[in-house]
């Protein structure tokens, strides 16, 4: 066999039709990658080989028929053939030598294509920003898709003596079986046979990421393998012979057995380095439980989205191919260009179809594109939906933030993605929901203002209300978590002795209180003027057993939202100005910990400082502060409007940021220890005087869960300031503490998963553009031309002797 390889490879290599090939490829590859502005690397923007891997498919299906060709045809028509049988070769031998020479061949035009390697790595910023082991990996899969190739090119060259007919049977069957089966699978008849994993795409496109699953892995062998075999049967009935070869026949076997066992049990290898698609076990169970099939339709897709959105888009398609692996199959998605499907309807349908889509969760949101003639606007849908059993849920896939640039928000959004489907997919198929009540009876918050919250958390909660006054303790005991949304009233004895057992007994409780009575509304009433002066809850002994203080104070802070204010009348009407109101502190996220990281920014109204108790056995986590530029005002204190004519000094601000938002974890002791239960409790409670572990989450601020409510009085989204028009992340941020609160799985911790930011530097390209271009066109070449004339020298210095 490895005369037969080296004869092979000699032949090729001393033939200009060989050089010519492989010059062509490198060049048509090297404008594609860095000329042609749809796949260059260098508009991309990121530090990645993903169009060399995307694009060299299709120049294989006409690099590798063109390598192939001459193999068996050439031999057969020359009548050369019949002298290799002559030799003390088996038929294997020569099939093997002849597609180990060709797969070598192929090899060797990769080689040049380690330049682009080098390019990236050099304009990466930081120098070397590329994950080397996500390149090495996606090298292995366009080494199997080459080796597929091949043996497919072999094949094509056994059926015929023409090397033309050879060539263009060859580059037939390696588009069919790369793209043909994803077509057939769209027919309408077709779709449920799942023809796409007999394809090479499906398989193809999950190494070419750098993971290597064993089954892609068995798929290349058995496709190889395949055509190998029959390569060898056409050459054994060109012969007339009996299909008696038992190597054959045990090739057949091995490869049957293979298939049979990567069907039964398979294992992945991620050679990414931040082990981007490894999925977690807690993703892996959530997949493996599944029942029944669940359907995700992704509405992120169209074709001139910049180099982010494309990341993005690429990102949510990898994600859900990754949790499609451990599900059975049960998980099956689709991307759907929504803009394109809504353009096809009649005009008077589409306004309806567009607030049919909103109304469940799927809301278009306008997006500025930078492009060499300025900026552009485009509207796109980064949501997708999520259908199991006639429920659907929707999903948010871009993770906006304030302040952060389009790169990190991407970047975020990707991190997120693992968390946000799987999240997504438990509530829709679990069974009984966890029940998450909202207190009543004390002045707390109202449905309508408590309306976003309820309905966002209604997908995979059971949501409703209790007074803890009447409610029976065992019903309390029902509750997963028991959330206060800023009461006003004090609590009672009794009410106070519910929560504290509920506590003792493993209960989770969100608490959202403000321990000073202040409203914008009722400022303005009151000429805008007013006192703010303490609430008398009768709390705070029960906080500062578990390890928490809410202060009687304001924080008036520099990062604040704006309200509208009357300015003076022009013309009789008059004229509003949108003003900075300092106590309406907007909170960012700085914490690391699953509940907040990479949040929005958290709007507030008038928030109170907390400090934290030094108790045994209770874990503090400090989740939102206010900004460095605060000021701390201790009720009572006057408020007024007239405040905002003057412009707040910043020196007068600088102060420590101040915590608002505590996490309490661990075993918390019982403020009713060595105490009586309350004479108005009529059953039976047997007082526990220290609780199991059980976690609980203080918020120094009750409106920061209240939906702002329309002139008709119809609810906002939670989040939305309607006089700002922009979103913030309150809504997102009772989503995570429903999650982690009532979730022991540790699902909420996917949210801090982490995928380096690697982008390109682009101010250099900006200015060595032509130079790279130019490098990564020419030297791959010139590398080819070097090879040639050391080869072509050698050679006849060889045969002059």
Not at 489 to 502: H, R
Not at 729 to 734: F, I, S, V
């Amino acid at each position: 066999m490895l005369s037969i390889l080296k004869k092979e490879i000699t032949s090729y290599l001393s033939s200009l039709v060989a050089y010519v090939t492989i010059g062509v490829f490198l060049l048509v590859l090297g404008l594609f990658l860095w000329v042609f502005p749809e796949s260059s690397i260098l508009n991309y923007g990121y530090a990645g080989l993903d169009s060399l891997f995307d694009t060299a498919p299709y120049l294989f299906m006409f690099l590798i028929p063109a390598v192939t060709m001459r193999s068996l045809a050439e031999e057969r028509k020359e009548g050369t053939f019949e002298l290799l049988l002559t030799r003390p070769l088996t038929d294997w031998q020569i099939v093997l030598g002849k597609y180990f020479a060709c797969l070598t061949i192929v090899l060797f035009a990769l080689l040049p294509t380690l330049v682009y390697y080098y390019s990236v790595y050099t304009l990466g910023t930081p120098q070397g920003n590329i994950d080397t082991g996500g390149v090495i990996g996606s090298y292995i899969g366009l080494f199997l898709l080459g080796a597929a190739f091949c043996a497919i090119g072999l094949f094509a060259s056994s059926i015929s003596k023409n090397q033309i007919i050879a060539f263009t049977i060859a580059v037939f069957l390696c588009f069919f079986f790369y793209s043909g089966f994803d077509s057939l699978g769209q027919l309408l008849s077709l779709q449920s046979l799942s023809l796409e994993n007999l394809g090479i795409t499906e398989h193809y496109q999950s190494v070419s990421r750098g993971v290597l699953d064993t089954r892609d892995l068995v798929y290349f062998i058995l496709l190889t393998g395949l055509f190998i075999c029959l390569t060898l049967f056409v050459l054994i009935r060109q012969r007339q012979k009996s299909l008696t070869d038992q190597a054959l026949l045990k090739a057949i076997s091995v490869l049957i057995l293979l298939g049979v066992i990567s069907g039964l049990k398979f294992t992945r290898f991620d050679f990414t380095k931040e082990k981007r698609f490894t999925i977690s076990p807690v993703s892996r169970n959530i997949m493996d439980s599944l029942k029944a099939p669940v359907r995700v339709f992704v509405y992120l897709q169209g074709d001139n989205f910049p180099g982010g959105m494309k990341r993005l888009q690429r990102a949510t398609r990898d994600m859900l191919s990754d949790l499609q692996a451990y599900s059975h199959d049960r998980l099956q998605f689709d991307f759907v260009d929504l803009i394109a499907a809504i353009k096809k309807l009649p005009d008077n349908e589409q306004k309806a179809e567009y607030d049919s889509l909103q109304a469940r969760g799927i809301a278009g949101q306008p997006y500025s594109v930078k492009t060499d003639n300025g900026v552009t606007q485009m509207l796109i849908f980064p949501e997708a939906l999520v259908q199991f059993g006639g429920k659907e849920i929707a999903v948010n896939l871009l993770q906006t933030r304030i302040g952060l640039s389009d790169d990190e928000v991407y970047n975020n959004s990707i991190q997120n993605l693992e968390y946000a489907f799987s999240s997504a997919i438990k509530k829709i198929t679990s069974g009984g929901k966890p029940i998450i009540a909202f207190t009543e009876g004390d002045h707390e918050l109202t449905d309508l203002q408590l309306n976003d919250a309820m309905k966002s958390l209604s997908d995979g909660y059971e949501i409703g209300r209790l007074n803890l006054k009447t409610v029976p303790f065992d019903v309390l005991m029902k509750v997963r978590l028991l959330v206060i949304p800023k009461p006003d009233a004090a609590f009672t004895e009794l009410e106070k002795f519910k929560i504290d057992q509920f506590v003792m007994r493993g209960g989770r409780v969100l608490w959202a209180i403000d321990q000073v009575n202040a409203e914008l509304d009722s400022l303005r009433r009151h000429g805008n003027e007013e006192m703010a002066f303490p609430k008398q809850l009768e709390l705070d002994d029960q906080l500062f057993t578990y390890g928490v203080r809410i202060n009687y104070d304001l924080i008036a802070d520099m990062s604040c939202a704006q309200i509208p204010v009357s300015t003076g009348n022009v013309g009789g009407q008059s004229q509003i100005q949108m003003l900075p109101w300092l106590y309406y502190p907007i909170f960012m996220p700085n914490s690391k910990n699953p509940i907040v990281k990479n949040l929005d920014g958290i709007r507030s109204e008038f928030a109170n400082t907390i400090d934290t108790i030094a108790i045994k056995n209770v874990k503090k986590t400090i989740l939102l502060t206010s900004s460095p530029y605060n000021k701390k005002l201790t009720a009572p204190h006057i408020l007024s409007l007239q405040a905002l004519e003057q412009e707040p000094n910043p020196k007068d601000f600088q102060s420590q940021p101040k915590t608002v938002a505590v996490l309490l974890e661990g075993k918390f002791k019982s403020d009713f220890l060595n105490r009586p239960a309350p004479d108005s409790l009529h059953e039976h409670v047997t007082i526990i005087p220290q609780s199991k572990p059980t976690k609980m989450i203080v918020i120094s601020d009750g409106d920061v869960f209240k939906n702002d409510l329309g002139s008709d009085g119809s609810p906002y989204p939670l989040g939305y300031d309607h006089y700002m028009h922009q979103n913030f992340g309150n809504k997102n941020l009772l989503l995570n503490i429903a999650d982690y609160m009532t979730d022991d799985s540790g699902l909420i911790a996917l949210r801090t998963k982490e995928v380096q930011l690697r982008l390109l530097d682009r101010p250099r390209i900006r200015s060595e553009k032509l130079y790279w271009q130019l490098l990564n066109n020419i030297l791959p070449l010139a590398i080819l031309l070097t090879f040639a004339i050391f080869q072509h020298y050698i050679r006849r210095r060889k045969y002059a002797h």
